[in-house]
């Protein structure tokens, strides 16, 4: 049985039938953390870009917006020399799936309600020695009254252009050591699924060295869960700032550099055909330059 198949069996066996205060207290302090992590992490990366240059203040610009059927949520893009390109999202939003989508939302079958809060990272960096990284977490309520379900979903990934061991042992440990202080089950199938899901068909590789991936999770204790999503989060940041000063000071050429556009190729492909949050964004009227936030700036194919 697939780690999808018993995290799935998992949620449909528990149903959410906590009172409207609590559950609302739950939304809050969930869209609330996602904007903490969100500024936590923006201000970590000005703090890199900014000291390579002098007398020179780069930040993220943020253009915030909000969805017809109910929410919205926040842009944070920022441009430099250590980052080419990278964004830090926050959405939360609420309604109703359309009738082809509902059907593959757990709880949202029979009348298709639904509210969702989450944050999403990407970052391509202007060094190829630098790993590009991505990660996300969300929590997501469908249906209602005593068919209600509530689960967390995210993970995270690295894409280094080069063979990196180094740093793929560094993000792995941290994720594994994490994931270890919660259940020892975790590490082993979030990072099958991982791989399992970052992975190009078409391509018959991966796209990265991977990391985590998990969805559908839903115990019989939120707060314990809850503490988990806020845990990847600030160790994927963590993770990734040694990473990128481990990285940040290594030479490249030319050559370098156009062996790292066309990786980048490689990200597009899978973000564009396979990726389930691309998919989510579009199919519940989420804003397309959010969605699509996760796309390099520059990029090249053979």
Known sequence: MSAKVKMLKTLKAKECLDDIKTLKNKKQFASMWFRELRDKICKSFEEIENKK?????????????????????????MHGDVFEKVGVNISTVHGKFSKEFRQQI???????????SGISVVSHMCNPHVPAA??????LITGKGSKKKLWFGGGGDLTPTFNDIESSNIFHKDLKSICDKYDKSYYPTFKRW?????????????????????????NEDWEKDFSFIQSIGSTFLSSYLSIIKRRLSRKFNDK???TQLIKRGRYVEFNLLYDRGTIFGLKTGGNTEAVLMSLPPKVSWY
């Open 256 to 258: 370098d550099r156009e």
């Open 106 to 116: 757990p709880g949202a079958e029979e009348n298709g309600l639904f509210w969702a």
């Open 53 to 77: 240059i002098l007398n020179k203040q780069i930040t993220f610009n943020q253009k915030s917006w909000e969805r017809d059927g109910g929410g919205g949520g926040t842009i944070s893009i």
């Open 134 to 139: 991505h990660m996300n977490t969300r929590m």
């Open 194 to 218: 991982c791989d399992d899901y970052f992975y190009l068909p078409h391509r018959e590789e991966p796209r990265g060295v991977g990391g985590i991936f998990f969805d559908y999770l839903c």
